[in-house]
């Protein structure tokens, strides 16, 4: 824009020295219609000013991460004037990771025209993903003038986490609840003799007490009855929604910490095992508690949770509302890091031996337990992804509507 100001302020003072020292009625006409031209350059970009529209739109409702999404900018041209020159600022980012990337673009409008341009993204993480335009700055033809035009437009776009594959094992719900109406586990044997888990052939080691005497004489085989194991019902999940560390490190602990929720409930559910979950509201300054009993209930759960930016509420806070007012036979605590401030308050629960821990650690962190959780039972999940990066890029096959 400064060049063109130069040439033109160059092509003036030559006109004026043409006009000097060749006086006639064309040196003049050219030196006024030089003049002019600013004039009419300011009026054409007022004019645009005015008749310029623009919106942010996303192609569907939500996605999973590591999928490829896109928003729709549309820019609508309502002038006879074409805009050659109009430059988009936008920003977008992910509640989960806080800071925004900036985004310019350089796109050109035909007069009575909407174009709209895609803009491809990369789901790097889960989260609520924001588009903002933030202003578009449009130039008159000879870039002698501009005009930036603000705009509120946004758009907020859900990624939802991927199911991770989690090895859980029966030990983690080997502890039996002392209940009326105990569950068992469809996948483990066990020592309750009050439910049969399986009856097998007799294999060495099978203790002789649990010969079915009748069925091994219709058999004419010895066969073996497998107790059942029972577990405990009522598990409460409880995501640790925090935001600890900074910036892609934080963000991908969230990631993983939400997509092992996701992992362990699908597991419950897979072995009709009741539970819930609790988590913690920004909104309402809160904590709430739902009942997971089918997949759109857990999915739903990871909806509003991520609807929600990671806060740094104490944990103490959590712990309370489960010692008063939640009652669980078993919880499973999901943390993006143990921290030495969350495991000295674990002790507080009056059920904390009952207390299975998913914790995640990056790729230079050691599976090692801090000091002082040894006590408890606690799963490692190695991160999902060291780095996080949007890969975003205008598609510029965008379509020109009349």
């Known amino acids: 824009m400064l060049i063109s100001k130069i040439l033109y302020a160059v092509l003036l003072c030559i006109l004026i020295i043409f006009w000097i020292l060749y006086r006639g009625t064309l040196s003049l006409q050219l030196f006024i219609l030089a003049a002019a031209v600013p004039f009419v350059m300011l009026g054409i ?111 907020t776009f859900l990624v939802m986490p991927e199911c991770m594959e989690l090895e859980l094992t029966e030990h983690q719900f080997s502890e039996a609840a002392e209940e009326d109406n105990p569950e068992y586990s469809k996948n483990k044997s066990g020592d309750d003799p009050s439910e049969v888990f399986e009856i097998h052939e007799y294999r060495s080691g099978d203790a002789v007490s649990r010969i079915h005497w009748k069925l091994s004489s219709k058999l004419d085989e010895l066969m073996v009855k497998a107790y059942s194991l029972p577990i405990p019902s009522n598990t409460l999940l409880m995501p640790d929604y925090r935001m600890v560390g900074n910036g ?122 801090p000091a002082g959780a040894e006590g408890y039972d606690c799963v490692p999940v190695r991160i999902l992804s060291e780095a996080l990066e949007d890969d975003s890029h205008p598609d510029r096959e965008g379509e020109d509507e009349c």
């Open 45 to 155: 970009v007022l004019i645009q000013r005015f008749l310029l529209d623009a919106a942010v739109r996303r192609s569907s409702a939500e996605v999973r991460k590591g999928d490829t999404f896109q928003w729709i900018l549309q820019l609508r041209n309502r002038s006879l004037i074409p805009v050659s020159n109009a430059e988009v600022q936008l920003e977008y980012g992910s509640n989960l990771e806080g800071a925004a990337h900036r985004m310019k673009l350089g796109v050109s409008l035909l007069s009575l025209n909407t174009q709209k341009v895609k803009l491809t993204f990369h789901a790097g993480t889960c989260g609520m993903m924001e588009m903002r335009l933030c202003s578009v700055k449009i130039y008159d033809p000879l870039r002698l003038f501009s005009q930036t035009i603000r705009f509120r437009a946004s758009d």
């Open 248 to 369: 892609a490190d934080g963000c991908a602990r969230l990631d993983t910490m939400l997509s092992a929720v996701y992992a362990v409930s699908n597991e419950f559910r897979s072995q009709s095992l009741s539970h819930s979950a609790l988590w913690y509201r920004n909104a309402q300054n809160a904590f709430a508690v739902c009942q997971l009993t089918e997949p759109e209930d857990t999915e739903e759960m990871l909806r509003q949770i991520l609807q929600n930016t990671p806060s740094d509420y104490d944990p103490e806070a959590m712990l309370d509302v489960i010692e008063q007012e939640v009652r669980a036979a078993r919880i499973i605590l999901f943390t993006p890091k143990l921290d030495d401030r969350l495991i000295a308050l674990l002790p507080q629960l009056s059920n904390h031996r009952a207390l299975t821990i998913f914790y995640v650690i990056s790729g230079g962190e050691s599976e090692e337990l």
